[in-house]
């Protein structure tokens, strides 16, 4: 197995630019809208700016070009993708095989499939009821309302909401039960508005009118979610001046919440026409966060709560179940090297606990799971213990593929081993 071993800078200080990935989240739905753009009308004299590279996006680029084909189509480990691409070849009449990598399979898609069958889609499982590999073919709109279930992850409906324009009779979508991540649907929202679609949410119903999508220039933000493995950075270092080149306080991602989130944790953020700037300041010995609109940051405050010995009360972790692993399992089997368990209550409430010593004497060694977010949560503790070893590094890739090329540039060593 190939891992890392990051070793603490020899400066207190971390001083350093960084240019963060642009946002996979922003990058994908621009590509989707493009597509659906490109098939209404012949459009021209537009450009992306700052596309994201992350390989969420690379798989995003490849298959919609392999969809025009119609084939098996392995979205590999990407969420968005397989959610989105679902819509759009139903809709679109492709007939073609979306799969991905064995935990795609158990990562559910039953709502979206149920609410684009209900449409008039025939969408099929291969194996199990509920999760991927699906067969599309066959699209005629018999309705033009859906409910739609958006307990488990938001990208359901975004992927809907996407594609609705294109509809020979638009969309009214009644949201059904409580909306997750709402904060990556309004995201969607305003980058359909921003492409001149007009979109109408009262209640619980989206309403869509057929509408054409018109494109223009649009430049990608920097990642607010990998800004926050920064922001770990700052917080643990003893002195910090860390600028996030681009990043704007105005932003479209729920994830810009951080600024608020990791002032407690001891980070002030300061914007400047360079970027965001963070710097330390005081921190408070407890906090309560609501991940309901952010499970991406859960495992950044858990692992860096835990690490600074903070007491955190956290909510709205559901969907950390059904990510790119389980992620309460994960982190509760690797806090345990740092003495904390992630206790469930009853009430839809998570604690940190400590329950043990730390062993002080060995180096850390932490699995992540086929999970990016695991190793760069993890990665910044060698500022607190000296030095860390990460498993399977290279899974930075999905959404942050020079991540470790960043932490070197902020003076970690890091040596790269084959066990
Ligand atoms: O729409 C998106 O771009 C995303 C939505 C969120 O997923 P859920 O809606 O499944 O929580 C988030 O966790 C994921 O990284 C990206
Ligand atoms: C959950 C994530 O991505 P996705 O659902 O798109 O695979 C993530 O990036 O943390």
Known sequence: MKSVIVNKPEQKEIRVDINLPASKSLSNRLLLIEALAQKQKKQSGYTFHNLST??????????????????????EDAGTVMRFMTAYCAVNNLSVIL???YRMQERPIGDLVDALNQLGAQIEYMKRPGYPPIKIRGFVQRYPKVTLSSGVSSQFLSALLMVAPTLPHGLEIHIEGFLRSRSYVEMTLRLMEYFGVKTEWKGDVIKVEPQEYALRDYTVEPDWSAAGYWYSIAALAPFA????????????QGDRRLVELMRPMGVYTTFTPQGAVLTKTDELGELEIDFIDNPDLAQTFVVLAAAKGIELEAYGLESLRVKETDRIRALQNELMSLGYWLDEKHNGEWKLVKVSKRNAGTMPVFDTYKDHRMAMAFAPLALKLGKVKINDPEVVKKSYPHFWEDLQKAGFKLEFTNQ
């Not at 995003?60 to 025009?68: N, P, S």
Request: glycine share 8%; hydrophobic share 40%.
């Open 54 to 75: 992350a390989n969420d996006t690379l798989v995003m680029q490849r298959l919609l070009q392999e969809a025009k084909e119609g084939a098996i189509l392995d979205v």
């Open 99 to 101: 799969t991905g990598t």
């Open 241 to 252: 001046h860390i600028t996030l080149n681009g990043l704007t306080d105005n932003s479209w």
